[in-house]
């Protein structure tokens, strides 16, 4: 019997490293939605700068999108970004005004608004580099925190400020959450910790790793109340492992987690590595997917 059983260790380790064995990260190209489209109405962005109170001493760019066919009157659903720069750049790796232009006029999403934060800066002024390269020195609190913090810092700041513009709805059916990174356990924080005001998500290679503390989720879901949250998760073999984690196997973790307790969930594994280049090529469909019955409660 030893033999048997040693052949059968040996080929287990065997396929144990061939599972390891890295694969080359796909590079993955936009689809027609992720592009302009001629005739297709295009929303206006506007920029801005926030001092928060709530997230004390902090300050940070934003964007807000409004779509073309806001009437002034009609409540838009709502959606927020994380690491902004990231998702409203129209040459960037996710081109949200773009895709958003193209399904709003399609009728595959609702009317929304986009607010795309940036992380906060501990500082009086903005650096003069932007996005990453500005390192933005109070992110990892914000986003990698599991506290509600950064929550209520959208709902009693950031939305009350967007809706001195624009109508917001106040149903969290349409109010979304989406991030990158730090930035999409960060979405999945705000979605958990109030359901009562955001309950759509999108994660895209999520850290649900022990940054700061974020390794547990998935096992607070296990042993949590259901709360009404869809969510959508997308990951990447090539993504990180290093000494907070291994960021695919915390994703698989989290979607075993969510199919466990049968939350309305969708999981997208790629080739690809820790950068927005799967999740932007898929975004439309990511969002095909979010708001797929979005027409059954428009308007409430």
């Known amino acids: 019997m030893i033999r048997p059983l040693l052949c059968l260790f040996s080929a287990?380790?065997?396929?144990?490293?061939?599972?390891?064995?890295?694969?080359?990260?796909?590079?993955?190209?936009?689809?027609?939605?992720?592009?302009?489209?001629?005739?297709?109405?295009?929303?206006k962005v506007t920029e801005g700068v926030w001092k928060s109170t709530v997230l004390a001493g902090t300050i940070r760019q934003y964007w807000v999108?409004?779509?073309?066919?806001?009437?002034?009157?009609?409540?838009?659903?709502?959606?927020?970004?994380?690491?902004?720069?990231?998702?409203?750049?129209?040459?960037?790796?996710?081109?949200?005004?773009?895709?958003?232009d193209n399904l709003i006029h399609k009728g595959e999403m609702p009317?929304?608004?986009?607010?795309?934060?940036?992380?906060?800066?501990?500082?009086?002024?903005?650096?003069?580099?932007?996005?990453?390269?500005?390192?933005?020195?109070?992110?990892?609190?914000?986003?990698?925190?599991?506290?509600?913090?950064?929550?209520?810092?959208?709902?009693?700041?950031?939305?009350?400020?967007?809706?001195?513009?624009v109508k917001l709805t106040s149903d969290p059916?349409?109010?979304?959450?989406?991030?990158?990174?730090?930035?999409?356990?960060?979405?999945?924080?705000?979605?958990?910790?109030?359901?009562?005001?955001?309950?759509?998500?999108?994660?895209?290679?999520?850290?649900?790793t022990n940054i700061r503390g974020g390794h547990v989720c998935h096992a607070l879901i296990r042993k949590s109340e259901n709360k009404p949250i869809r969510v959508f998760l997308q990951d990447g073999r090539n993504d990180l492992d290093n000494q907070h984690g291994n960021w695919p196997l915390a994703n698989l973790e989290m979607e075993a987690a969510l199919k466990f307790k049968k939350y309305d969930h969708q999981f997208v594994m790629g080739d690809g590595a820790h950068n927005g280049n799967h999740g932007g090529a898929i975004l439309p469909d990511s969002l095909r997917w979010l708001w797929r019955d979005w027409k059954d409660y428009a308007g409430k």
């Open 65 to 100: 999108y409004i779509p073309a066919q806001y009437d002034g009157m009609t409540p838009c659903a709502v959606m927020v970004f994380q690491d902004g720069h990231a998702y409203v750049g129209e040459k960037g790796e996710h081109r949200v005004p773009t895709v958003f």
């Open 173 to 208: 059916r349409n109010r979304a959450v989406c991030g990158i990174s730090s930035g999409g356990i960060c979405a999945w924080t705000v979605a958990w910790e109030r359901p009562d005001m955001f309950q759509k998500v999108v994660s895209h290679i999520g850290s649900f």
């Open 12 to 43: 287990a380790c065997l396929l144990t490293l061939a599972a390891e064995e890295p694969v080359k990260p796909t590079k993955y190209d936009f689809g027609p939605d992720s592009q302009r489209v001629d005739g297709v109405p295009q929303g």
């Open 111 to 165: 009317r929304t608004v986009g607010i795309f934060l940036n992380p906060g800066h501990k500082s009086e002024t903005l650096p003069e580099k932007k996005g990453w390269d500005g390192k933005p020195n109070n992110r990892s609190v914000e986003y990698d925190s599991l506290s509600g913090d950064y929550a209520k810092f959208l709902i009693d700041e950031i939305l009350p400020e967007v809706a001195k513009t």
